[in-house]
């Protein structure tokens, strides 16, 4: 009963060739994020979707972009992809005003070659 | 602004050990404060969340209390497992979540 799906798990890319990561929810909650996390880091969140309200954070470089058609689903795309943007992308879902947690996906871990 | 400071890792311990891992944080309003567990290639999950002063988190043996004169959140195990090891996340969500660098745990038979 998966609940916030990421796709692919993992994903390996050239060295500037866009690509776009999937996330999708059946929980259909109303916001949906995107984290970056490095080596076992702290996970750093790029932008979060508060319905179809985009968030960006002031330190998201502008290589990364996001869509979201709608409820269920969530992308993160990569423009030019450097090495230094290999890393597991994790998505997560949060019901705003119901519920305190977010929900993880199992990320997805780019390498760019 | 709000920030996350937990006990850099890495921890090695025993099967059977007591385990104890420092959070602590800073921030403006009334935080809500989590444990997320990491194991090897797979996503964030929840282990147990706290939402106001007092309250005592609690999932399958690991514990933490928010307390609001110390801003601490410490996570404490009575006697840790094998399966155990894994990345812990400390993290408040005032607004946004911010997360702690992450302690990585190792358990040894």
């Known amino acids: 009963d998966a609940m916030v799906i990421q796709n692919p798990r993992y994903q390996v890319t050239q060295f500037g060739k866009p690509v776009t990561l999937s996330c999708s929810q059946t929980?259909?909650?109303?916001?949906m994020y995107w984290y970056q996390q490095k080596s076992s880091q702290a996970p750093k969140l790029l932008f979060h979707?508060?319905?179809?309200?985009?968030?960006n954070e002031a330190d998201t470089p502008d290589n990364f972009q996001s869509r979201r058609p709608n409820t269920s689903f969530c992308f993160l795309d990569i423009r030019s992809p450097g090495l230094g943007d290999a890393a597991m992308y994790l998505c997560?879902?949060?019901?705003?005003?119901?519920?305190?947690?977010?929900?993880f996906g199992p990320g997805t871990r780019l390498t760019v070659t | 602004g709000n920030s996350v400071t937990q006990m850099e890792g890495p921890v090695t311990l025993s099967e059977e050990a007591f385990l104890t891992i420092n959070c602590t944080y800073t921030a403006t309003g009334y935080p809500s404060l989590f444990w997320y567990v990491q194991y090897p290639g797979e996503g964030l999950q929840l282990l147990l969340k706290?939402?106001?002063?007092?309250d005592k988190g609690s999932n399958k043996g690991f514990e933490a209390t928010y307390r609001k004169e110390t801003t601490s959140f410490h996570l404490e195990k009575g006697s840790v497992q094998v399966s155990d090891s894994a990345v812990y996340f400390c993290?408040?969500?005032?607004?946004?979540?911010?997360f702690g660098a992450g302690t990585r745990l190792t358990v040894k038979p």
């Open positions: 993290a408040l969500l005032v607004g946004d979540m911010r």
């Open positions: 979707y508060y319905d179809k309200d985009f968030n």
């Open positions: 929980l259909n909650h109303n916001v």
């Open positions: 706290a939402t106001k002063a007092d």
């Open positions: 997560a879902t949060r019901e705003l005003a119901a519920s305190y947690e977010q929900y």
